[in-house]
């Protein structure tokens, strides 16, 4: 079964510094893989997926992330954090015969940015 | 873009009462809906998936007959809690995928508060 862990459940950067939150997935199968924004009281935002196509995945407001097999992981970065960027992210996996059958989320992580 | 909306935003009820949630996909035809869980501070909890015309899948631990789902249309799935307690105050969350676009989308949430 897939499973998802996220490194830290907050991280603190300074504005204008790099944003890296970190994503590690088990999976039996080649996985389809997410993350998403939620801001407070809000539902969730799409930031980027990745379906297999490209391992470096470009997603919006300046988001990427690396999908790295070897190691698991699905980091997701920003060169440059902005205020507005402090929210909750989640990684999320699925496994299914389509990219959303059972997505299955990681605890999340609460980013915080600092003027 | 496509929306998926969900009412009430808000509902507080006595315990022992039960909560209707909808959730509508507003521009698109959804043949899947997918419930989720949200404690405070935690991450998506999935419950259940909603396809039209039949009888929902509940992941496991979820009890079907307390978390009533129906999905009578292409564009509306609903959540009942029935006889609803303390403990069943959560955030919950639906998303509606769009199966032309291979896309997902999620709804505001609803804040259920029971007494």
């Known amino acids: 079964a897939q499973s998802v862990t996220q490194l830290g459940s907050h991280v603190s950067v300074s504005e204008g510094a790099l944003v890296l939150l970190r994503c590690n997935y088990s999976?039996?199968?080649?996985?389809?893989l997410f993350w998403y924004v939620q801001y407070p009281n809000q539902g969730l935002q799409l930031l980027l997926k990745?379906?297999?196509?490209?391992?470096l995945v470009k997603g919006i407001n300046g988001f990427e992330a690396e999908f790295k097999k070897s190691e698991t992981s699905f980091h997701l970065t920003k060169p440059s954090a902005h205020m507005s960027d402090a929210a909750e992210y989640f990684c999320?996996?699925?496994?299914?015969?389509?990219?959303?059958?059972?997505?299955?989320f990681g605890p999340g992580t609460s980013l915080s940015v600092i003027p | 873009g496509a929306v998926v909306s969900q009412h009430p935003s808000w509902v507080i009820c006595k315990s022992g009462t039960s909560v209707k949630i909808e959730c509508r996909s507003l521009?698109?035809?959804?043949?899947?809906m997918f419930w989720y869980r949200q404690f405070p501070k935690q991450s998506l909890m999935l419950m259940a998936t909603?396809?039209?015309?039949?009888?929902?899948?509940?992941e496991q631990g979820v009890e079907k007959d307390k978390f009533l789902i129906n999905h009578a249309s292409l564009t509306l799935s609903t959540l009942t809690v029935t006889s609803a307690h303390p403990e069943d105050s959560s955030f919950y969350i639906c998303?509606?995928?769009?199966?032309?676009?291979?896309?997902?989308?999620f709804g505001p949430g609803t804040r259920l508060t029971v007494l």
């Open positions: 998303s509606a995928r769009n199966a032309a676009s291979d896309t997902q989308y």
């Open positions: 990745y379906t297999s196509a490209a391992t």
């Open positions: 999320a996996v699925s496994e299914g015969i389509t990219s959303y059958d059972k997505v299955i």
């Open positions: 521009d698109f035809q959804a043949t899947t």
């Open positions: 909603s396809n039209e015309g039949s009888k929902a899948t509940y």
């Open positions: 999976s039996s199968v080649p996985p389809y």
